[in-house]
Each structure stands twice: as structure tokens, then as C-alpha cells.
């Protein structure tokens, strides 16, 4: 059986409604209506939604902004496709009449929007994907909030990285400027070799020369020569 009645209202107006059989759904809904209306005090300030049993059927009810959204359904159905359903009512209507629906007078949108009330009750009832559409965006909601989470810890990770790669960089860096301050030392340090051996070795001749002079009795080494 599934959804049996819709109906739109602001606050205690009825601006569209549409019932597949013959039932008392539309006078069981203002009565709730008027319930809502004592308790909550102004039903135009109080987003809700809310379920109320009435003899074999269920009637669900959804408050937005000014608007309730109002269905009777078989106790069957649950509640997860009979909200799916006043969700999607209630996109249809505001994306349909705006802000006309502040001053609207009773029954002003019943002739065009209870056609619809007719069609997307026969859907939500009959149609076996009504049901799976509704958990499968259930399901990408999930997916999407993951998806973003993730992102942010990517770019978390990303933010790490880049101060990673900046330290990394910073430290090759300094091990090529060491590296070259090494080879410059090193350099500096075996000329310093080679010139106090090339002076050790240039003494030691000396030496050996003024040994010989003396021996050889001369500068020329004469008598060594001979």
C-alpha cells in the first residue's frame, strides 16, 4: 500500500494535498496539526520531524522553516522512505513557489502540486529503487565525508612533507657546503706539505754542500773534484 496522503501546509493552512483513497488522513492531519500547533506554541519557529499512529496507518510528519510536510503510510513502510519522501516534497515545493509561500491563501497551489504529491507518492510506494536511492545517498553522504577527511589529512600530511623536503633540502645544503670547505682544507694542506718538503729538502742540500765545501776545501770542491 505504502504512502496514502500527502499534504503541505503552513502552519494551520493547507496550501496542497492528495490522498489515493478514500480515508478520513485529511482530517486525522489538521487534527494533528492543531496538536503541533498547541504544543510547540508557533509552529513556524521549530524544525522537527515526528510520527504519530492512528488506527493501521502511521502518519509522519516534517517541519521546516514554515512549512510541514505531512504523510499517512501503512505501518510497512517504516519511516525511512515515508521522510525520504516529505524530504523530497518539501525541496519540490520551495524550489517551486519560493517565497510565495509566506502569503499564500489555502488550497492557492493544490491544482498544479497535488499532481506531483500523486506522482512521487506512487513512486515512493511502488518503486523498489525509492528506497535503495535513498540509502545509496545515505551511503555517498558517508563516502563524502570520509573523502573530505582524508583530504585534510592529506594536506595535513603535505603540509609535514613540504617542512620534511625544506629540512631535507637544508641538510644537503650544508653537507655540499662542508664537502667543499673539506676539499678546500685538504688542498690547503697538502701544499702546505709539499712546500715544507720541498724546504726541508732544499736545507738538507744546503747542508750537504757546506759539509762538502769544507771537506773539499773550496765553494768550488777542487780537491774533491780532482
Same mark, same amino acid.
Given at each position: 500500500?505504502?504512502?496514502?496522503?500527502?499534504?503541505v501546509?503552513?502552519g494551520?493552512?493547507?496550501?496542497?494535498?492528495?490522498s489515493?483513497?478514500?480515508?478520513?488522513a485529511?482530517?486525522?492531519?489538521?487534527?494533528?496539526l492543531?496538536?503541533?500547533m498547541?504544543?510547540?506554541?508557533n509552529?513556524?519557529h521549530?524544525?522537527?520531524?515526528? *510520527?504519530?499512529?492512528?488506527d493501521?496507518?502511521?502518519?509522519h510528519?516534517k $517541519?521546516? /522553516?514554515? +512549512?510541514?510536510? !505531512?504523510?499517512?503510510?501503512?505501518?510497512?513502510?517504516?519511516?525511512?522512505?515515508?521522510?525520504?519522501?516529505?524530504?523530497e516534497?518539501h525541496?519540490?515545493?520551495?524550489?517551486?513557489?519560493s517565497?510565495s509561500?509566506?502569503?499564500?491563501p489555502?488550497?492557492?497551489?493544490?491544482?498544479?502540486f497535488?499532481?506531483?504529491?500523486n506522482?512521487q507518492?506512487?513512486?515512493?510506494?511502488?518503486?523498489?529503487?525509492?528506497?535503495?536511492?535513498?540509502?545509496?545517498?545515505?551511503e555517498?553522504?558517508?563516502?563524502? *565525508?570520509?573523502?573530505?577527511d582524508?583530504?585534510?589529512?592529506?594536506?595535513? $600530511?603535505? /603540509?609535514? +612533507?613540504?617542512? !620534511?623536503?625544506?629540512?631535507?633540502?637544508?641538510?644537503?645544503g650544508?653537507a655540499?657546503?662542508?664537502?667543499?670547505?673539506s676539499?678546500?682544507l685538504?688542498n690547503?694542506?697538502w701544499?702546505?706539505n709539499?712546500?715544507?718538503?720541498?724546504?726541508?729538502?732544499?736545507?738538507?742540500l744546503?747542508?750537504i754542500?757546506?759539509?762538502?765545501a769544507?771537506a773539499?776545501?773550496?765553494?768550488?770542491l777542487?780537491?774533491?773534484l780532482?
Amino acid at each position: 500500500m505504502g504512502i496514502l496522503y500527502g499534504m503541505v501546509a503552513r502552519g494551520q493552512v493547507v496550501l496542497a494535498e492528495f490522498s489515493s483513497t478514500s480515508t478520513n488522513a485529511n482530517a486525522v492531519a489538521r487534527q494533528i496539526l492543531d496538536q503541533m500547533m498547541n504544543k510547540a506554541g508557533n509552529i513556524n519557529h521549530e524544525d522537527s520531524n515526528a *510520527s504519530f499512529s492512528h488506527d493501521r496507518y502511521i502518519f509522519h510528519v516534517k $517541519r521546516t /522553516d514554515c +512549512l510541514t510536510v !505531512l504523510c499517512m503510510a501503512d505501518q510497512a513502510s517504516g519511516r525511512r522512505v515515508p521522510f525520504a519522501f516529505l524530504e523530497e516534497i518539501h525541496q519540490r515545493f520551495v524550489k517551486t513557489y519560493s517565497r510565495s509561500i509566506l502569503s499564500a491563501p489555502a488550497y492557492a497551489m493544490n491544482d498544479e502540486f497535488s499532481r506531483i504529491l500523486n506522482q512521487q507518492m506512487d513512486h515512493y510506494s511502488n518503486d523498489p529503487n525509492a528506497d535503495r536511492l535513498n540509502r545509496l545517498k545515505g551511503e555517498m553522504t558517508q563516502i563524502r *565525508s570520509v573523502m573530505i577527511d582524508n583530504i585534510e589529512k592529506a594536506l595535513e $600530511r603535505g /603540509d609535514r +612533507l613540504s617542512l !620534511l623536503v625544506e629540512k631535507t633540502s637544508t641538510m644537503q645544503g650544508n653537507a655540499v657546503r662542508f664537502k667543499r670547505q673539506s676539499r678546500r682544507l685538504k688542498n690547503t694542506l697538502w701544499w702546505k706539505n709539499v712546500k715544507l718538503t720541498a724546504s726541508l729538502i732544499f736545507i738538507l742540500l744546503v747542508v750537504i754542500y757546506v759539509v762538502l765545501a769544507l771537506a773539499c776545501h773550496g765553494p768550488l770542491l777542487a780537491s774533491c773534484l780532482k
